[in-house]
């Protein structure tokens, strides 16, 4: 159809064909809402939602990231450990050992494949995550407004953007105000673009001069707005022209990669010098296909072949984990940081607390304190005087003029809706929690914007007020402001914000009977004192001030300098409104506060509102700021645990250091307040998390150790400089993610200590065994290439595995954090490894010598190394025994691990929370094991072993040696060694 009307057109380029779409620019919205068969006001249907999404796909550029197959695969040989292996492999196959080398390949392959198969499924994860974690969008659909992922809008959806915001699409624009659009990425054109709804003639008008049109990936800088979207995903104008732009990933390996880096390397010089070992032991003589393939077994056992794979599949596991507790990691180093954060900056509104504003309390000069009743979004709610024997309830017949003031000022200088639900008698809020919260306290009056700015015919008898200027919040001046028009044609200004921000820019107050003109220090004597009662009760205050302005004719935002209209403004009262805390908030602080982590509130709240939060949720003392007093200030001079930013800010770098301890509460704090407690509190050494929502707090999330950004309202440039997102922006996500992440790096830790220490106990009695000689003068194996192999990649991986899966420890969040010095070859892991690797070691090695000598003859054979005769029988058997006791132990060995302090194999620790996957693989390593050891010709010929049979004995005697030893040691750790 559109081809047809000539609004589409097809250009042959290159022999591609290129879609251009209508010329949007050109049209009447309502022509734009019929070509793409949608509503101006409700959006698309659910049904229509669905189709679209099947007819056009998702929102996303192709081939943006993705998963390269091929890469991967490759990548899995490019590594120091599997260097060893097909060196290995190599020498078997030129020394003719087809069977050995055939194994060693089989196995390289098994490994690579594990590897592969984890990494992928652990990078598709991570790419669904990814997405996830994208940019979202609020778009209204049947009528409600919605955040969903940018990746799910469809052509004809309704979005509603404000500043911060990321356009998700090409889009026409529905209506603006003061929306200012950074175009740079897409037309070179450094200052933002306003944006307005007007029709723009002529169809060739370059991208830059469309200001009704909106394109993807541009930023808004100012303002907010509605506009219907026209084209997604490579339709776009960014999609025609910058696909690279919008590809990329964080290729930069994470401290814990670099830290296995280092331990290839330290085990590749330990591989070497092992082989030199063997070769001195021959005195660099002699040295034969036995030797050659002796020294090379001998560096297969220092090489932990599926540690890599280990770490990646725990790494998966641990960020889906996350995912379900909804916080989305977007960097890897992020879930690697989490486990020694030891302070946590939190925002409070919405995360500490619900952030469902309720307007509960206000004051009127001269008219004293009222209530207002009701809760959430309802309309329905009375206001009534709190002063004794006046039950007056006030109407919009009955209020004064002062108060009528205030009511229209929370009514127009608003950016919010309440809008009736479609199904049900509920309403929703569209919006600012906060202007919700007055949106709905004038709708309780019977004088919502929607009842003030009605302009149809049928309703004549109502008020028409219009809004002809909006000027935005602005952080850095903390107020908004309107021009409107009454219904009699004149002009009046309505202001609101912090007190302090509103109180410079009045000059008096409107009582009771008129206007009374006031000083600053007459204003403040007036106004601070009921401020400090409204925010003693954990409320957030906002001032509303007025000013009749002398206009004519058309305004428009350019006809007035903002600072201009913001003066000379008449004070009208306070609104207190509250946020109560999320009921989980409390324990997750509590929580924090067990694990050795301090939490600090930095809040744009006054400094009495963030206290009583505070101390509610148990940031502070129940009993801190409650002394006799009028002046919390004075309070608060007297301890460093809560400061104004103006005073945080005041102070030097050195005069913050010598505070005993930073304040756990900062209240009006700007974005450059943030960024001053991150820099103190890497002065100290400590970890932070930082979490943030809007633009500014960009800077913020960056510095800090781990940025946290919130998913619901936080906006995409906040998510783009953020490691963590928080789905639900709860506090308490924050915690169970510091949780997660001391549990992953905890099991990459038990399992490191499990995997090197096989490797230790298996050159143990290879470099040991050298002693043992046979008749030729060669050394023997006690531990043939296949074996060791088995054991590192077939039996020891699957526990490994099941310990990167270990439940949370009971003490997880009892523990301080650790510190960042102590990596993952801390010098406790390292002092376990060598204890356990070489106690095993030396157990099994003792079996292999009471086999040949106790049992045997001592009889060693001759060229037992490579092949079965009658004169390797012992040899064989004591192979034989010593793979089994091997086998045994490193299974056993997983239990141990799960806990390197405390015991392994009291009754407390057998019935406490198990870890299912942990005796899956030990039944799986028995199977496996008995498989090896009496299958035929796979025993003598492949693992170069015989069958035994009154070694179990000795094998189970074993066991009980090493749990023994196993018990001691870490009885010694908590008793006399505590500092290892």
Known sequence: MMEKMKFVKRRQKDKIVRVEGPPYHTMTLDTVAQLMKSDLEDGLSDDEIISRQKEYGYNEMEGEGGVNPIKLLIK???????LILLI??????????????????????????????????????????????????????????????????????????????????????????????????????????????????????????????????????????RAIVTAIGMDTEIGKIAKRLLEGSDSSRTPLQRSLDRMAVVLLVVAVLSIIIVFGANKFSGIDDQVILYAISTAIAVIPEGLIAVVTLTQAFGVHSMAQANALVRRMAALEMLGAVTNVCSDKTGTLTQSKMVLTRLWRPEEGFYRVSGLGFSIDGQVTPEQEGNTNVVTSENMSTGFRQMVLNAALCNMSEVRKDKEGDGYHGIGDPTEIALQVYAHKLQMGKPQLTNNKVEDNNKENWKVLVEYPFDSTIKRMSVICETPQGNRVAYLKGATERVLESCVGVQMSHGVESMNQDQLEALILPQVEELARGGLRVLSLATRQLKTDGLISYDTFKREDIEQDMIFCGLVGIYDPPRVESKGAVEKCHLAGITVHMLTGDHVATATAIARE?????????????????????????????????????????????????????????????????????????????????????????????????????????????????????????????????????????????????????????????????????????????????????????????????????????????????????????????????????????????????????????????????????????????MTVLLLLHGYTCRDLKHPAWSWKALTTKQNY?????????????????????????????????????????????YIAFAEGWKWLRRTWLTRI
Not at 208 to 217: A, V
């Open 76 to 82: 899995q040989f490019i590594n120091i450990l599997v």
């Open 88 to 225: 290995a492999m190599v020498v078997s196959f030129v020394f003719k050992d087809y069977v050995e080398g055939g194994v060693i390949c089989a196995i390289m392959f098994l490994n690579a494949g594990v590897g592969f198969a984890q990494e992928y499924k652990a990078e598709k994860t991570m790419e669904s995550l990814r997405q996830m974690a994208s940019p979202t969008v609020n778009v209204i659909r049947q009528g409600q407004q919605k955040t969903i992922a940018t990746r799910d809008l469809v052509p004809g959806d309704v979005i509603v953007m404000k500043s911060g915001d990321v356009i998700g699409a090409d889009c026409r624009v529905i209506e603006s105000f003061n929306m200012d659009i950074d175009e740079a990425l897409l037309t070179g054109e450094s200052v933002p673009v306003n944006k307005q709804p007007q029709v723009i003639e002529g169809e060739l008008v370059p991208l830059g001069d469309r200001i009704n049109m909106c394109y993807s990936s541009t930023t808004l800088t100012k303002g907010r707005g």
């Open 617 to 885: 949720v148990g940031i502070l003392p129940e009993d801190y700021g409650l002394e006799q007093t009028t002046k919390p200030e004075m309070v608060v001079g007297r301890s460093s645990l809560v400061m104004p930013a103006t005073e945080f800010d005041r102070l030097s770098e050195e005069q913050v250091d010598a505070l005993p301890e930073l304040p756990l509460v900062v209240a009006r704090c700007s974005p450059d307040t943030k960024v001053k407690m991150i820099e103190a509190l890497h002065r100290r050494k400590r970890i932070s998390g930082m979490t943030g929502d809007g633009v500014n707090d960009s800077p913020s999330l960056k510095e800090s150790d781990i940025g946290i950004a919130m998913g619901q309202n936080g906006s995409d440039v906040a998510k783009q400089a953020a490691d963590i997102v928080l789905v639900d922006d709860n506090f308490a996500t924050i915690v169970s993610a510091v949780e997660e992440g001391r549990r992953v790096f905890a099991n990459i830790s038990r399992f490191c200590v499990h995997m090197v220490s096989v490797n230790v106990a298996e050159v143990t009695p290879l470099l040991l065994g050298l002693i043992f000689l046979d008749n030729t003068g060669r050394s023997v194996f006690p531990l043939s290439p296949i074996q060791i192999l088995f054991n590192n990649v077939v039996t020891s991986s699957p526990p490994a595995m099941a310990l990167g899966l270990e439940p949370v420890h009971p003490q997880q969040m009892l523990v301080p954090p650790r510190s960042t010095s102590e990596g993952l070859f801390s010098r406790s892991n390292v002092v376990d490894i060598l204890y356990y690797g070489v106690m095993m070691g030396l157990i099994c090695l003792a079996n292999f010598a009471i086999v040949i000598f106790g049992w045997g003859d001592g009889n060693l054979g001759s060229n037992c190394n490579l092949h079965y005769d009658s004169s390797c029988f012992l040899v064989y058997r004591a192979r034989g025994a010593l793979f089994a006791t």
């Open 917 to 961: 996957y942990l005796h899956g693989s030990t039944i799986f390593g028995f199977s496996i094991m008995f498989v090896a050891l009496y299958v035929p010709v796979l025993n003598t010929e492949v693992f170069r072993h015989a069958p035994i049979d009154w070694e179990w004995g000795m094998v189970a005697a074993s066991t009980l040696v």
